[in-house]
């Protein structure tokens, strides 16, 4: 597959197979969002692989999202910066994490996995199942797993809405 094509590919699954993910593929995986870019080369960010059926059945409970309890894995992708921020005004975590976590979205689909990003879940409550310390905060979740569904058609808005030539517009 080449690049636009794992793009294409890649989907929200929210149904997985019940087939654990190899350490290998894991690995391959997690290498991906290793060598993401961050501002600085800062790479203030650290992520938190979860196999145990026990934590992401807390995890689903806590986000109230039921399937998360059968993704094979989830990740929590923490900032370890989370007051930093650049001179555009914008947090630099929460970008330099994404980044990572898409690189693993990509990685995945390369793999045959398929993941589902989640940012609906209570910060304190994950905090807490996953003892991450009080300096740091979870930018993002992400389900990782054998798809059990059947694609869907991607709604996006046409790139003539998204994109203006040389001024905003
Ligand atoms: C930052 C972010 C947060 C998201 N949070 C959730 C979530 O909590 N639960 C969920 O089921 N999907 C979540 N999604 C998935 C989106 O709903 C999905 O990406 C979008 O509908 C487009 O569909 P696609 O991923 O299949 O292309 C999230 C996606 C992003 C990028």
């Not at 149904?15 to 993910?21: D, G, I, N, R, T």
């Not at 986000?63 to 930093?84: C, E, N, S, W, Y």
């Not at 914008?90 to 994404?98: C, K, L, S, Y």
Request: with cysteine.
């Amino acid at each position: 597959m080449n690049i636009y094509e794992v793009i294409r590919n890649r989907r929200s699954v929210r149904a997985y197979l019940e087939k654990p993910v190899s350490e290998e593929a894991l690995e391959r995986i997690l290498e991906a969002a290793r060598l993401a870019p961050s501002g600085s080369n800062r790479q203030a960010r650290k992520f938190v692989v979860v196999t145990s059926g026990e934590t992401r059945e807390k995890i689903a409970r806590a986000a109230k999202q039921d399937f998360l309890a059968g993704a094979p894995v989830i990740i929590a992708g923490v900032g370890t910066t989370p007051d930093r921020t650049m001179s555009c005004g914008i947090q630099g975590d929460p970008v330099d994490v994404a980044i990572a976590m898409d690189h693993i979205s990509l990685a995945a689909v390369e793999e045959g996995l398929g993941t589902c990003w989640i940012g609906a879940f209570p910060q304190e409550a994950i905090r807490e199942i996953l003892h991450i310390p009080g300096t740091s905060r979870i930018i993002e979740l992400m389900a990782l797993g054998y798809p059990a569904d059947t694609p869907r058609q991607k709604v996006r808005k046409s790139r003539e809405e998204i994109v203006c030539r040389e001024r905003f517009s």
